[in-house]
């Protein structure tokens, strides 16, 4: 997987979870 798949990934988790995304954390 490369880390561009791996961030779309852990973003769309996140975001179905309710948390705001900050993609600098």
Request: glycine fraction near 4%; avoid cysteine; charged fraction near 25%.
């Amino acid at each position: 997987m490369k880390t561009a798949e791996i961030r779309s990934t852990f973003l769309e988790f996140f975001h179905e979870k309710g948390h705001t995304i900050v993609p600098s954390a």
